[in-house]
């Protein structure tokens, strides 16, 4: 099956300025997550979706962070104005229920922001 | 809330000598324990898990044992290879909440 797909691997944006990243999950897979990882960190959830619903954004600084799942499918994360601390590789996995990983997440390439 | 604590590294090592990556966790309830390896410039690869106490996971010469007690997930391996060189990173999940929570990372080099 194909896997998680991501885009773009790699961005780099001055502050202040906006910036999207989209993902695609496994086929099937009704739950999605966002994940942010600071370099020599591990994964931090950012926003969990079930289907096109959001489960959890506890996490997302939501005065930058938006995030959206349009038809429970697709999703899209978009920072907006970005700050230097926002470097980091964002990660995109998905899941076949919201149990999430009794076989493990299924993660993305990540895109790799580097804000300047 | 729940965490998980890896050894830090980095974990330098010479091709076939044994591996031991600590790990410990706190949770409530009973989580399921895994094992992600992070390859450079990819993304987290599922490595081996286990669901209940006693289990051992295991995957390409790779193990580890849910020790209750100890509240521990090691990896272990007894022979590594220069392409075992990657990040582990050692995680938990939280049925009854629904979330996963991360270590920050192990570094293994493996020189030949």
């Known amino acids: 099956e194909a896997g998680v797909a991501q885009s773009p691997r790699y961005k780099i944006i001055e502050k202040r300025q906006s910036v999207a990243f989209w993902c695609n999950p496994i086929s099937g897979h009704a739950t999605l997550y966002w994940y942010q990882q600071i370099l020599g960190q591990g994964p931090k959830l950012l926003i969990q979706f079930q289907n096109n619903g959001v489960v959890d954004d506890s996490q997302l600084p939501k005065d930058r962070f938006s995030a959206e799942r349009l038809k429970g499918v697709d999703s899209t994360l978009k920072i907006q104005p970005a700050k230097l601390e926002d470097s980091a590789v964002y990660l995109c996995?998905?899941?076949?229920?919201?149990?999430?990983?009794?076989?493990?997440?299924?993660f993305g390439s990540g895109t790799r922001l580097t804000v300047v | 809330g729940d965490s998980v604590t890896q050894m830090e590294g980095p974990v330098t090592l010479s091709e076939e000598a044994f591996l031991t990556i600590n790990c410990t966790y706190t949770?409530?309830?009973?989580?399921?324990l895994f094992w992600y390896v992070q390859y450079p410039g990819e993304g987290l690869q599922l490595l081996l898990k286990?669901?209940?106490?006693?289990d051992k996971g295991s995957n390409k010469g790779f193990e580890a044992t849910y020790r209750k007690e100890t509240t521990s997930f090691h990896l272990e391996k007894g022979s590594v290879q220069v392409s075992d060189s990657a990040v582990y990173f050692c995680a938990l999940h939280n049925t009854n909440a629904g979330k996963s929570t991360f270590g920050d990372g192990t570094t293994l080099t493996v020189k030949p």
């Open positions: 996995a998905s899941s076949l229920d919201r149990t999430g990983p009794s076989g493990g997440y299924t």
């Open positions: 286990a669901t209940k106490a006693d």
């Open positions: 949770a409530t309830g009973y989580p399921s």
